[in-house]
C-alpha cells in the first residue's frame, strides 16, 4: 500500500515548456486534490475531484489543467509554464471527507 | 470563503514544556477540521481529525479539541520533545470546498 505517489520530485523547467505532473492512489480514494506551497502563503488548492470524470477548480486553476480518467489518476497538466508557477506542488487523496493522504510533493522551479 | 488563521506563526519553547497551537475559522458549517504536521522539504502527515459531531480527539501526546460555535480548534502537545519540532497546520472541510489550510505554525523546540 504506497498511499499517494507523486512523480517527479524535483523538475526545472523553461519558460513557456509544458509538463504533466503525476499522481496516484492505491486506496480506492473517491476525492483527489491538488494544491500548491509557496513561502509563507500556505497551501492553495488548484482543482479537485470527486470522483472518476469529475473535476473542479479549485482557488487557482489558472494555467493549469486536470482529467481524472482512473479512481487512481489524476494528473495536473502545465501549460506554457511562467516563473510565478515556481512551487511545491502536493497531490492529496481522500475518501469523502475522512483523513486526507498527502504525497511527498514535487518540487518545480521555471527559469 | 472559509479563511483559516493560525497563531502565533513561530514558536520556540524549551523541551518539557506543554503547549497549545491555535487555530480559528470564518464559517462554522464545517465537516471537519485535521491537524497536519510537515516537516522541512517534505509532506504532509495527518496528526488528527475531529469531525463536525466531535468536541476532541487524542493520540499519544497530543489532543486537539473543536469548538464549532466559535470557530476555534486548538492542538495541545504534552511534555514536548525535540522531534516534535516541524510546522503544524490546521485545515477545515466545510460544504462544497475541500481543506482549506491555514498558514502553519513553525515549533522549535530546543533541548
Known amino acids: 500500500n504506497a498511499g499517494v505517489t507523486q512523480t517527479p520530485k524535483f523538475r526545472i523547467l523553461k519558460i513557456g515548456q509544458s509538463m504533466t505532473l503525476q499522481c496516484a492512489q492505491d486506496?480506492?480514494?473517491?476525492?483527489m486534490y491538488w494544491y500548491r506551497q509557496d513561502p509563507g502563503m500556505g497551501l492553495k488548492l488548484i482543482y479537485y475531484?470527486?470522483?472518476?470524470?469529475?473535476?473542479d477548480k479549485g482557488e487557482v486553476p489558472n494555467g493549469y489543467n486536470v482529467s481524472r480518467s482512473t479512481t487512481e489518476d489524476f494528473p495536473l497538466r502545465l501549460e506554457l509554464a511562467a516563473p510565478s508557477q515556481t512551487s511545491v506542488y502536493f497531490c492529496?487523496?481522500?475518501?469523502?471527507?475522512?483523513?486526507?493522504?498527502f504525497g511527498q510533493g514535487t518540487r518545480l522551479t521555471v527559469v | 470563503k472559509q479563511e483559516v488563521t493560525q497563531i502565533p506563526a513561530a514558536l520556540s519553547v524549551p523541551e518539557g514544556e506543554n503547549l497549545v497551537l491555535n487555530c480559528s475559522f470564518t464559517d462554522s458549517a464545517i465537516y471537519n477540521l485535521q491537524w497536519f504536521r510537515q516537516d522541512p522539504g517534505k509532506g504532509l502527515t495527518s496528526l488528527l481529525l475531529?469531525?463536525?459531531?466531535?468536541r476532541e480527539q487524542t493520540s499519544g501526546r497530543l489532543n486537539a479539541s473543536l469548538d464549532k460555535s466559535s470557530g476555534r480548534s486548538t492542538l495541545y502537545i504534552a511534555a514536548s520533545q525535540p522531534g516534535d519540532s516541524a510546522t503544524y497546520l490546521c485545515?477545515?472541510?466545510?460544504?462544497?470546498?475541500?481543506?482549506?489550510f491555514g498558514k502553519g505554525t513553525r515549533l522549535s523546540v530546543i533541548a
Open positions: 492529496a487523496s481522500s475518501y469523502g471527507t475522512a483523513d486526507t493522504f
Open positions: 486506496m480506492n480514494h473517491n476525492y
Open positions: 485545515a477545515t472541510f466545510s460544504g462544497n470546498t475541500p481543506l482549506v
Open positions: 475531484s470527486v470522483g472518476a470524470g469529475i473535476t
Open positions: 475531529i469531525q463536525s459531531s466531535q
